[in-house]
């Protein structure tokens, strides 16, 4: 699971869904019956020792199905199920402390309600998979979602538990402040850069034209004026980039209009044809804003430099508590995320409010860049 991605999953592949409820229906059968068998067995002839082996047999069973369910449904439900720590025991640990051990762990009994739930449901997705296979609209919406709730199941049983997705969010809020602290960093020697190489230059050159003038003033009076007319266009390059330099830390437009006009803006600079389409009331917070404008900026800019697109949309839109930026282009693809490039620095710019990027960029395009900014951190 990649940094910053959350516990979430999308819907999964129709096909793989079918080929999971129809195959999985066999082993879930077995399961059941080897564990419900095994704990019944075991309980009745506790009382004489025979029951303690099978008992033992029947808990390394439920926790050798549970993983090979967090493999199963990683693979065909896209549920993201990364291996389990389970309770350790001391090697040379009798094998009753090792039972014992296992018991008092909790992802085991979560193992155990997982497999005592999937066999009934297995039985109902099994008849919707069969029924699936000759109803295509079956197939094409409902298996799909039956799908995601069954992973959903799994992800909630089978999952990392609270402290651990706990430990895993903190994990994540520190390595994204640490990126952030960075992208801060960085954008701050830009800045203290353009300062020095643009405006602070042509105030010095404005500086040395006046002074020059003023020592010209009673010898040379065509001289001073020219001097004069050097140093005014140096003041009004130096106030021209002084004001994109603003515009760079936060556009006046952005503030005043929101992003539906900034990133028209955007798209009305950029040398190819993009279409915009923003849908983001209520209005969300202002470092929301900020990230997406920047996000989108820079991206239309990597496209033109190079993509060879041809063509390029931006939409965005707001769900309950996010802003989804979305920029799709139709050149020739390849892009990835690489540690220095371009699409890292986007990457930590959307870290700095817990947000993520997503990029998906096959070799001949499109290319797919997605942003998904929470409007609460």
Excluded at 21 to 46: D, E, H, K, N, Y
Excluded at 146 to 153: C, R, S
Excluded at 288 to 312: C, R
Aim: net charge neutral; charged share 20%.
């Amino acid at each position: 699971m990649s940094e910053g991605q959350q516990l979430e999953h999308p819907r999964p592949h129709p096909a793989r869904t079918i080929l999971y409820m129809i195959v999985s229906f066999v082993f879930r059968l077995v399961q059941f019956v080897l564990i419900v068998v095994g704990m019944a067995v075991g309980i009745a002839t506790a009382v004489i020792w025979v029951g303690f082996p099978i008992l033992l047999a029947t808990t390394s069973f439920v926790r050798w199905s549970g993983d090979r369910e967090r493999g199963w449904a990683g693979r065909l439900l896209s549920v993201p199920l990364p291996p389990v720590q389970r309770r350790p025991y001391a090697e040379g640990q009798p094998l009753l402390r090792r039972w014992v051990t296992r018991l008092s762990d909790p992802t085991t009994w979560r193992d155990l309600a997982y497999l005592m739930a999937a066999f009934p449901l297995a039985c109902v997705e099994l008849a919707i998979a069969l029924a699936s296979i000759v109803l295509l609209p079956m197939a094409i919406w409902v298996t799909p979602w039956l799908g995601w709730l069954h992973g959903e199941l799994a992800l909630a049983l089978l999952g990392p538990d609270r402290t651990k997705r706990l430990e895993q969010k903190a994990e994540r809020l520190q390595a994204s402040r640490a990126r952030g602290v960075d992208a801060a960093e960085a954008e701050r020697r830009r800045i203290e850069r353009d300062l020095h190489d643009g405006a602070q230059q042509r105030l010095v050159a404005v500086a040395m034209s006046l002074g020059r003038a003023k020592s010209k003033f009673d010898q040379d009076p065509q001289a001073v004026r020219e001097l004069i007319d050097e140093a005014h266009m140096d003041a009004k390059l130096a106030v021209s980039e002084l004001r994109d330099l603003a515009r760079g830390i936060y556009p006046a437009v952005l503030g005043d209009r929101g992003l539906d006009a900034a990133l028209s803006a955007q798209a009305a600079k950029s040398p190819i044809p993009v279409d915009v389409s923003v849908d983001v009331d209520p209005r969300p917070p202002a470092a929301v804003e900020t990230t997406a404008y920047f996000i989108v900026g820079e991206t239309l800019t990597n496209i033109a430099k190079h993509s060879g697109a041809t063509e390029a949309g931006v939409k965005v839109w707001r769900t309950d508590d996010h802003v989804v930026v979305e920029i799709t282009d139709n050149g020739h693809g390849g892009a990835e995320v690489r540690p220095g490039g371009g699409l890292a620095g986007l990457a930590d710019r959307a870290a700095t409010i817990d947000g993520v990027i997503t990029v998906v960029s096959p070799v001949g395009g499109p290319t797919v860049i997605r942003a998904d900014l929470p409007c609460q951190w």
